[in-house]
């Protein structure tokens, strides 16, 4: 190699050490989370002429305002969270008790895992409840159910009255609302409906998931723990639903998200005529499907976050939501379904 090629690659690793620092820093000041985990590949956007012919697959007509029911519910409980030393909010205790029963109601079995995290002294809940597929491999639907805290906070503007109607409500109503529909699907694999807790950064920033993230990380500790004693079904695909019924819904195209299942979420959304809904803009959201991917299982965030405004605001409330959002998100996950079984079960085949 010459010394010319040398110098120029010099200069550019360090322009490009430099960059990463700038984006770095502006992202912090934004607070938009980050994770630079190196176990995530570096995120290319997807080539949206590049469109998988997808049958569009659409939710019963209901669905949108069942699921809007369901978030007036959750968002009258108040704030959602647990806290140390077992004070969880009144809230939180009443929303667990509020999914549990509406899963039951469509015929699941519920599963709760409770537990303390020993360094912050806060006990979480995750709940979860499979339908049955002809396999016995799984698909992971998932949301968190937490809502941010914005109490105690050190700094005055970061503490005010927050429902979290969408970052929150609207990723637990919608999966509420499409388990009686998935439950009348044939299902290749089994789906696994998750609603996490802990999901939300305990500091006000997100300080690189650090202190969040708390039920997607037990939960996908739990899962390989049982895989290495033996029996446990293996998880093919995670899909994320978080803040996804704003009612000028834009569902970005998360680029830590599995290349292939963003192909698939962008197809359907074509499918179904939701151009202007997703995939405008793109960017990296460090989220509950980041500890899927640290450890291989492909994974996709339909989030709204890159240019939300009420994204932890007290203006996150349910008159910014609409049961079409909603509704258009059905309409979505229910199409990539096939397409993600397709892709990704393997047995019975
Ligand atoms: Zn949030």
């Known amino acids: 190699m010459r010394w010319s090629a040398i110098i120029l690659l010099a200069i550019g690793g360090f322009g490009a050490c430099l960059g990463a620092a700038l984006t770095y820093r502006q992202r912090r000041q934004t607070n938009q989370p980050t994770t630079p985990e190196p176990a995530i590949s570096v995120p290319v956007v997807i080539d949206k002429r590049d469109v998988l012919p997808l049958a569009a697959i659409k939710a019963p007509p209901t669905t949108g305002e069942l699921a809007m029911r369901y978030a007036r519910t959750l968002v009258g409980y108040g704030p959602r969270y647990s806290r140390p030393n077992g004070r969880p909010t009144p809230g939180w205790t009443r929303q667990l008790t509020f999914i549990a029963e509406t ?3 469509a015929g699941l079995k519920v599963e709760r895992d409770t537990w303390t995290d020993r360094k912050e002294l806060i006990t979480f809940t995750n709940l979860s409840a499979r339908i049955p597929g002809r396999g016995r491999e799984r698909i992971v639907l998932a949301c968190h159910h937490d809502t941010k805290c914005t109490t105690g906070h050190p700094t005055p503007e970061h503490n005010f009255e927050f ?8 990723g637990v109503a919608l999966l509420l ?3 009686p529909v998935l439950r009348q699907r044939d299902n290749a694999a089994s789906i696994e409906l998750v609603f996490f807790d802990g999901e939300e950064s305990l500091d006000w920033h997100w300080n690189d998931a650090a202190r969040a993230l708390f039920g997607s990380r037990r939960y996908v500790k739990r899962h390989r723990d049982a895989r290495l004693l033996g029996n446990e079904p293996r998880i093919v695909a995670m ?14 195209e998360e680029l830590y998200s599995t290349e292939l299942l963003r192909r698939i979420c962008w197809s359907a ?8 809904q997703f995939y405008r803009r793109a960017e990296r959201a460090a989220d509950d499907h980041t500890p899927f991917l640290e450890v291989g299982i492909p994974a996709v965030d339909l989030i709204d976050l890159n240019g939300n405004p009420t994204w932890h605001t007290p203006y996150d409330t349910l008159d910014n939501m609409s049961a079409t959002s909603l509704q258009q998100v059905a309409d979505v996950v229910l199409t990539m379904l096939p397409a993600v079984e397709q892709a990704y079960v393997t047995e019975p085949r």
């Open 103 to 105: 899963l039951k109601q």
């Open 163 to 170: 429902v979290g109607a969408n970052d929150g409500a609207s």
């Open 177 to 179: 609302a499409l388990a």
């Open 239 to 252: 899909v994320l639903l978080d803040m996804v019924g704003r009612k000028d819904l834009h569902i970005q």
């Open 269 to 276: 959304a074509v499918a179904n005529g939701y151009r202007q």
